[in-house]
């Protein structure tokens, strides 16, 4: 229960609209896109502007009360799943674009702005904001900093690190500390704006963002071919790669994906296909169509079936559009859809696969699987429901299962989805004690109240 006399405080600083403690309101903000218990905030507020979210966060810290920010609540680590009684702060009403300079290639926003949004006034200039995560309709800037998102065109382009150009945020005195800027080079003091990305809402609040803009490429050309066997689709990314060939774009479907899909929109998909890649080439106009023939010519090499290239932006559409209604459909086959992000160095692609055929028959459970292939970060999709508890034990033992796997290959615990509270158990497996240690010293100078958003990526000793 939060003390009458702190409601009131939060009130004076965002106005008496924007303080929500009602049962189906702090109920609303319990739970993000991760399949993990709901915990309840005591109160949720939301600053219309930059100065009162310092206020906030000084106000927390000086009541010692934990504060989850939270953007669109989309992540999928439980990043924003509030501490039990504390305070959830919205970005939502931070959501300005507040410059698009086209002569110098940057932007400045602020941290609620909606991605999509922004990419879209972006592209009403002719300039490309590149990373573009499924959620991007409605996830917000300050989020996707937060927690490194990707996307469809990370292979070529990136993520959201190799676009955040300055970060000004808040700490936990609410004292602005700005880094970074509007300069291509930009190397004044500790890189802050870098520690800052990932850092999932543990070590500041950002106020704003600047973030690079690129020219967009002058043409661009999709294809989808179709495999017998994973292992072939598999082979044909690594070579792929291995040919010095980088698309903008190269996803992965399984047959179970595939199949899911056509059962959900009938676009006429492969379902005898054992698998799928969806491939883009771009860039100038020749070099577009070079490389779609070499992707072409690779994949027949590798036992493609057939190499679909999209005549028109209609059956570009098309292509893009079975991989978008992946998830969705597959979300629909069981009442609950845990979304996996393990990554592999790409040349283990195939062995990852195999490993996620062997753990979905020992833990006998369904798993579709599809990703950005061409980064090595695959999405097995585990449909499940959560009420069902014995089958429960064995989803949790099949993502144990899945982690370990992708370590052993040299990989990662999250390519774009971060740690938040779902994977920091598995942490010092990936990067031992000493990097932990070394990480809890810094959180614990820098935020020694341990009021933001404990808990997260650290795990439960800081919480
Ligand atoms: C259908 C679907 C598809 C998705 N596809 C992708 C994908 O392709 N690629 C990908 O990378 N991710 C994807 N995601 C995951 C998610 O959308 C991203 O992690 C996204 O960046 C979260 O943005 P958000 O605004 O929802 O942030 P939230 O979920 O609200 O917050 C995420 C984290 O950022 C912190 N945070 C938010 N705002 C601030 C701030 N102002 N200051 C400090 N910390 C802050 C929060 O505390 C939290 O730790 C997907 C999720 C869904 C549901």
Redesign the pocket.
């Known amino acids: 229960m939060i003390r009458d006399a702190l409601k009131n405080e939060f009130q004076r600083i965002v106005g008496k609209d924007n303080v929500m403690t009602e049962p189906d309101e702090l109920h609303a903000y319990s739970y ?2 991760a399949v993990l218990d709901q915990t309840q905030p005591a109160i949720v507020v939301r600053p219309e502007n930059s100065e009162s979210l310092g206020q906030v966060v000084k106000l927390c810290n000086e009541n010692g009360l934990k504060l ?10 439980g ?2 799943i509030p501490h039990p009684g504390g305070v959830v702060c919205l ?1 939502t009403a ?1 959501d300005k674009i507040l410059e698009i300079n086209e002569e110098d290639l940057y932007a400045v926003v602020q ?2 702005a909606v ?1 999509a949004k922004f990419a879209a006034q972006v592209a009403a200039k002719g300039l490309l904001y590149p990373p ?5 309709a ?15 065109r990370a292979l070529k382009y990136g ?2 690190k190799d676009y955040v150009m300055g970060v000004d ?1 808040f700490d936990v005195n609410g004292e602005l500390i700005r880094s970074g800027g509007k300069t291509v080079k930009c190397v004044t003091g500790y890189n802050l704006a870098g520690l ?1 990305v990932a ?4 070590l ?4 704003k963002l600047i973030l690079k803009l690129v020219p967009p490429p002058a043409a661009y050309k999709a294809m989808m071919a179709v495999f017998p066997d994973v292992m072939d689709a598999s082979r044909a990314v690594a070579a792929i790669i291995a040919n010095k060939i980088v698309p903008a774009t190269l996803e992965f479907m399984d047959n179970f994906t595939i199949r899911t899909v056509e059962n959900f929109r009938k676009a006429g998909l492969p379902v005898d296909a054992a698998a799928m890649l969806l491939i883009e080439v771009d860039g100038h106009p020749a070099q577009v169509e070079d490389d779609a023939a070499k992707v072409e010519s690779i994949c027949k090499d590798n036992k493609a079936l057939s190499v679909r290239v999209a005549k028109d932006d209609a059956e570009r559409n098309a292509v893009w559009q079975a991989r978008r209604d992946a ?2 459909a597959l979300a629909r086959v069981r009442p609950t859809t845990v ?1 996996e992000d393990a990554t592999v160095p790409r040349s283990k692609i195939p062995a990852m696969m195999q490993a996620l055929d062997k753990i979905a028959k020992k833990y006998d459970l369904t798993i579709g699987t599809f990703g ?1 292939a061409g980064d090595g970060n695959l999405h097995p999709t585990i449909l499940t429901d959560k009420r069902d508890q014995k089958e429960w034990h064995r989803v949790e033992a099949a993502i144990d299962a899945i982690f370990e796997e992708a370590l052993a290959l040299g990989g990662t615990l999250s ?4 740690i ?1 509270l779902a994977k920091s158990k598995y942490l010092k497996n990936e990067y031992g004690v000493g990097t932990i240690n070394y990480s809890r010293r810094m959180k614990s100078v820098l935020d020694p109240n341990n009021i933001l ?1 404990p808990g ?1 990526i650290l795990g439960p000793l800081l919480a």
């Open positions: 993000d896109s989850t920010v939270r953007g669109a609540g989309t992540n999928l680590s990043g924003t970005t931070l941290p609620g991605t573009d995560p499924g959620s991007q409605v996830s917000t800037l300050g989020g996707n900093v937060a927690e490194n998102a990707g996307g469809l993520v959201t945020f800052m850092s999932e809402g543990t500041g609040v950002f106020e998830l969705p979304l950005h390519g774009e989805h971060g938040g958003n997260k």
